[in-house]
């Protein structure tokens, strides 16, 4: 079973604080894709991580993916209530007969109060 | 470009109806997924059609069914609604024929409530 396990599930913080975000496998990645999805919408893609040890940012946002691309994290400095969300990490379920399926963590809910 | 459209964006069905689902994918884009969401269970993968063929099927009873089309589009089918089905059906469209880094963009959904 491919599984991904995201910690933590919820998380509730103040403006300004930095928060860390986790998903691990216990099998390689090949790529992995972060999403953010806001209540009653789809996730939006957010980054596709694919090198071992890369490091990606997107404003406030830090992606990076692990050594051994088993696990990556998304780190935000400062957040702020519009970072308020859940967060998805997602790979891709390769393989014969695979394609086109991802396979997703259970999410983090971030909630940033103001 | 227009992003990956659904619809209806809400839907109120009864045990035992049928209901169909539509998405339209982002120009271009031949793959597209369907995924059910849920509290409970988070995003779980349907089904995936490309050039008009179901590539890929998740582990969902065959009472979920689908096609695309010869323009990408797509619909999705549940037949003999249960209680269960209440959830949010995403569609996603991707440009990877095969493999390679998989993104997908995912349209707003569908809600489906069965009571």
């Known amino acids: 079973t491919q599984l991904l396990e995201q910690s933590p599930q919820f998380l509730s913080i103040q403006e300004g604080e930095n928060l860390t975000v986790y998903c691990n496998s216990s099998s390689v990645f090949s790529s992995l894709q972060w999403y953010r999805q806001e209540p009653g919408e789809g996730p939006v893609l957010l980054v596709t991580?694919?090198?071992?040890?890369e490091v990606k940012k997107l404003k406030r946002l830090t992606f990076q993916f692990g050594d051994a691309r088993k696990d990556s994290s998304l780190h935000i400095t400062a957040a702020q209530p519009g970072d308020t969300g859940l967060y998805l990490c997602a790979k891709g379920a390769y393989g014969s007969g695979n394609t086109g399926k991802l396979i997703f963590g259970q999410g983090t809910t971030l909630q940033v109060k103001p | 470009k227009a992003g990956v459209t659904q619809t209806p964006r809400y839907l109120i069905k009864t045990r035992g109806q049928q209901v169909t689902l539509s998405c339209s994918p982002i120009?271009?884009?031949?793959?597209v997924s369907w995924y059910q969401q849920t509290p409970g269970q988070g995003l779980q993968f349907l089904f995936e059609?490309?050039?008009?063929?179901?590539?890929n099927k998740g582990n969902f009873p065959g009472r979920f069914s689908g096609r695309q089309f010869s323009n990408s589009r797509s619909e999705m089918n549940v037949s003999t609604l249960e209680l269960g089905d209440s959830a949010l059906y995403l569609c996603?469209?991707?440009?990877?024929?095969?493999?390679?880094?998989?993104?997908?963009?995912f349209g707003p959904g569908t809600r489906l409530t069965v009571l």
């Open positions: 120009s271009g884009h031949r793959s």
């Open positions: 059609y490309f050039s008009e063929t179901q590539r």
């Open positions: 991580v694919v090198t071992g040890g």
């Open positions: 996603a469209s991707s440009l990877a024929p095969q493999g390679g880094y998989n993104e997908q963009f």
